[in-house]
């Protein structure tokens, strides 16, 4: 099983995401606990992603068409860090 940690900003994150994509992000941290990141490249709808540039060491994970839940990944310790749920901007 893999730990999951939040950022301290995350609860407030959740306070002003919609409540489809709270549902969502609780089945994102139910099934990466369980099975780990890689069980997230079989469910295409999060489209999970490595992501460029400044957050080179980070990942995405689609939970609505507008909002992504952004993490990086401790191998060394089996654990995820979630760092933001967010609007993603076009």
């Given at each position: 099983m893999w730990h999951i940690f939040e950022h301290k900003d995350?609860?407030?994150?959740?306070?002003m995401a919609p409540q489809q994509v709270l549902n969502k992000y609780e089945l994102w941290k139910n099934l990466v606990f369980r099975h780990g990141p890689e069980i997230l490249k079989e469910f295409p709808g999060f489209n999970d992603e490595k992501?460029?540039?400044?957050?080179?060491?980070q990942h995405s994970s689609r939970l609505s068409l507008k909002y992504r839940v952004i993490y990086?990944?401790?191998?060394e310790e089996i654990s995820i860090y979630v760092l933001a749920i967010t609007p993603h901007k076009y």
């Amino acid at each position: 099983m893999w730990h999951i940690f939040e950022h301290k900003d995350i609860a407030k994150q959740c306070k002003m995401a919609p409540q489809q994509v709270l549902n969502k992000y609780e089945l994102w941290k139910n099934l990466v606990f369980r099975h780990g990141p890689e069980i997230l490249k079989e469910f295409p709808g999060f489209n999970d992603e490595k992501l460029k540039g400044k957050r080179k060491d980070q990942h995405s994970s689609r939970l609505s068409l507008k909002y992504r839940v952004i993490y990086s990944i401790n191998d060394e310790e089996i654990s995820i860090y979630v760092l933001a749920i967010t609007p993603h901007k076009y």
